[in-house]
């Protein structure tokens, strides 16, 4: 089984002492702005960062505006399994058999990433002025944990077995 990753939106979340900063009405609902130039796939650096980071941000973003990340604009993990089975038929009566079974799941040990943290929840901003006629954010802090993998797939899993046919 082989697909390509699904599309992702990145969202910010809420952000403290500011609350929801884009003017949708959605804490939840808000996207950053998109860095020109940067991928959205992290390279380099541990395989779980599947974000870059450096893509989005929130500095320079404007109070009661949508970010420029638009929806879908990065592409989720994909998968590749491969799974195999032996089967070996015994007759051991006339109406008796018995069937011998090896199988491993995700022969290859491919990673399968799920769950990926999509959400900038920054730890902090700072705006350009106090927040009631603050105008935009100048500086933001995200947590180390923005675009990590948080869920996988089972690891290589291999079972024998014994049916009776009869």
């Known amino acids: 089984m082989a697909a390509s990753g699904s599309p992702l939106t990145i969202f910010t979340g809420f952000v403290p002492g500011v609350g929801e ?3 949708t ?3 939840f609902n808000q996207r950053p702005n998109r860095v020109a130039g940067e991928p959205c796939r992290a390279s380099g650096g541990p395989k779980e960062q599947w974000l870059n980071p450096r893509a989005f941000t929130l500095n ?5 505006t949508f970010g420029s990340a638009g929806r879908g604009i990065c592409e989720g993990p994909g998968t590749f399994q491969v799974d ?8 051991l009566g006339r109406r008796l058999r018995a069937q011998l079974r090896f199988e491993v ?3 290859f040990n491919h990673d ?5 943290d999509t959400t900038m ?7 350009d002025a106090p927040l009631e ?12 944990s923005f675009g990590q993998v948080t869920k996988v797939r089972d690891p290589r899993q291999a079972q024998f077995g014994l049916k009776f046919i009869f």
């Not at 320079?60 to 009661?64: I, K, P, Q, S, T």
């Not at 399968?112 to 990926?116: I, N, P, R, S």
């Open 21 to 23: 900063v884009s003017g």
């Open 25 to 27: 009405g959605f804490v």
């Open 60 to 64: 320079g973003f404007a109070l009661g």
């Open 84 to 91: 195999l089975a032996l089967y070996k038929n015994v007759q």
């Open 105 to 107: 799941f995700n022969a």
């Open 112 to 116: 399968q990433f799920l769950g990926l």
């Open 121 to 127: 929840d920054p730890l902090s901003v700072t705006l």
């Open 133 to 144: 006629s603050a105008s935009k954010v100048i500086d933001s802090q995200l947590p180390l």
